[in-house]
Nanobody, 115 residues
């Protein structure tokens, strides 16, 4: 059974940093492209970043490029998102999933950027 468990969110001031982690199970993790998504209040869920199965190729939304870094550990079935220079507009619930999207989604982890 597919399962995603996200962690690491919290309240941070603008300009601060956070590291999100996601543990995945129920599929062959090392063979799939993984991604982070986020959903801000009142908005659609959007793609933040994705990483190839090998970890060699990474891509980012324009809004986070240069501030966020996605990484993965295929030995531990985990994918991470290092977030720096956080802005209030980064406030959202963050989710991990496969790039080709599978159900069910995890519970997500809330990131709040505020003074």
């Amino acid at each position: 059974q597919v399962q995603f468990v996200e962690s690491g969110g919290g309240l941070v001031q603008p300009g601060g940093s956070l590291r999100l982690s996601c543990s995945a199970s129920g599929f062959r993790f090392s063979s799939v492209v993984m991604a982070w998504y986020r959903q801000a209040p009142g908005k659609e869920r959007e793609l933040v970043a994705f990483i190839s199965s090998s970890g060699l190729i990474r891509n980012y939304a324009d809004s986070v490029r240069g501030r966020f870094t996605i990484s993965r550990d295929n030995a531990k079935n985990t994918v991470s998102l290092q977030m720096s220079s956080l802005k209030p507009e980064d406030t959202a619930v963050y989710y991990c999933n496969r790039r080709d999207l599978v159900e069910p989604w995890g519970q997500g982890t809330l990131v709040t950027v505020s003074e």
